[in-house]
C-alpha cells in the first residue's frame, strides 16, 4: 500500500512538473505571437491571416483525427463556446494591435488574470479577497499611465486590447471548467475549426482579398510557425497542462506572458520603445497581476 502510494506521488509530481515547463514554454510561445502578428498583418488582411493561422493549426492536431468519432455533444457544445469566445478575443487583440504596441497589448492583455476572479466572484458566487481590490486599484493607475503614454495620447487600439482581456477572462474560466470533463484534444479540434470558421467567415464578408504569390518563403514559413508551434503547441501545452496543475499556480506563470511579449518586441525580433510613463504603466500591471495570483496559507480562497 505504501509502495502503491509512494509511486502515486512521483507520478503526480512528475505530471507536475511536466506541466510547469509546458505552461511556461507556452506564455514564451506567446510572447512572441505579438510582435510577429503586427507584423505580418501589416502585409496580410487581419482575418485572412487568423485563418490561415488556425486552420494550418488544425493540421497540427492531425494525429488526433483517428478518435473523431468520439466527438459528443459536449464536446461540440463546449468546444463551440470557447472557441467563439476566443475568436472575438483575438480579433480584437489583432485590431488593437494596429494601433499601438506589441508590448502594451500584452500588458492590457494581461489584465485578464484581475479580471477572471472578479468574473467569478459575479457569475459564481465565489469569494473575493481584498488583496484583489488592491490589484484592481493599481492595474487602474497602470493603465491610465499606458492610455495616456505616447504623443498621440489615447489609443483606440490601447481600449480594443483591454476588451480582448475582458473576453479572455471568461476564456480561462470556461476553459478551466471544462478541460477537466472533455477529451482534451478533440475539445482543440472543435475550438480551432470553430475559430478558423469565423475568421474565413469574416473575411468574406467584408471582401478582403490578398494576392498570395507576393508572400516569400519566409513569410509561409513565419504564418507556418504561428499556426503550428505558437497556436496547435500552445492549445495543447495550455490544455494539457491545466488538467495536471492547479489554477492558482498556472496564473502565476501566465504572468510571464506580457515580459516575454516586451522582450521579443523589443529586444528580439522587434525595436519598439516606450517613453518612462509607458514602462512605469507595465510595471505596475504587473505588480497588479502578482499581486492577484500570489497566494498564501491564509488566502486560499483568492481564485
Known amino acids: 500500500m505504501d509502495m502503491v502510494i509512494r509511486d502515486n506521488s512521483f507520478t503526480s509530481n512528475r505530471l507536475k512538473i511536466i506541466a510547469t515547463i509546458l505552461l511556461i514554454l507556452t506564455t514564451l510561445l506567446w510572447g512572441t505571437s505579438f510582435i510577429i502578428t503586427k507584423m505580418l498583418t501589416q502585409e496580410v488582411p487581419i482575418f485572412l491571416y487568423l485563418g490561415l493561422r488556425f486552420s494550418i493549426a488544425i493540421i497540427g492536431l492531425f494525429p488526433y483525427f483517428i478518435k473523431i468519432n468520439q466527438v459528443n455533444k459536449r464536446i461540440l457544445l463546449w468546444g463551440s463556446i470557447t472557441g467563439l469566445i476566443y475568436f472575438v478575443a483575438i480579433v480584437f487583440q489583432t485590431i488593437g494591435l494596429q494601433t499601438t504596441t506589441a508590448g502594451k497589448a500584452a500588458f492590457i492583455t494581461g489584465l485578464s488574470t484581475i479580471m477572471v476572479p472578479f468574473i467569478a466572484w459575479l457569475g459564481f458566487n465565489r469569494s473575493l479577497n481584498k488583496r484583489i481590490w488592491i490589484a484592481v ?38 476553459n478551466d471548467k471544462f478541460v477537466n ?43 507556418i510557425y504561428m499556426g503550428i508551434v505558437v497556436t496547435t503547441g500552445t492549445f495543447i501545452f495550455q490544455n494539457w497542462g491545466q488538467q495536471h496543475q492547479g489554477p492558482a499556480q498556472t496564473a502565476i506563470i501566465f504572468t510571464l506572458e506580457p515580459v516575454f511579449a516586451v522582450l521579443f518586441a523589443s529586444f528580439i525580433i522587434g525595436n519598439e520603445t516606450m517613453t518612462i510613463l509607458g514602462w512605469l504603466g507595465c510595471g505596475l500591471i504587473f505588480v497588479a497581476i502578482l499581486i492577484t495570483v500570489l497566494k498564501t496559507e491564509e488566502n486560499k480562497e483568492i481564485r
Open 181 to 223: 470533463l472533455v477529451d482534451v484534444y478533440l475539445y482543440s479540434i472543435v475550438q480551432l475549426l470553430i475559430i478558423s470558421l469565423f475568421c474565413f467567415v469574416s473575411s468574406f464578408l467584408i471582401n478582403e482579398s490578398y494576392s498570395f504569390s507576393s508572400i516569400d518563403l519566409g513569410y509561409w514559413l513565419v504564418i
Open 137 to 174: 486599484f493599481v492595474s487602474i493607475i497602470g493603465m491610465a499611465f499606458l492610455l495616456l503614454e505616447g504623443e498621440a495620447g489615447i489609443i483606440i487600439g490601447d481600449i480594443l486590447v483591454l476588451v480582448c482581456a475582458f473576453l479572455y477572462a471568461i476564456f480561462i474560466i470556461l
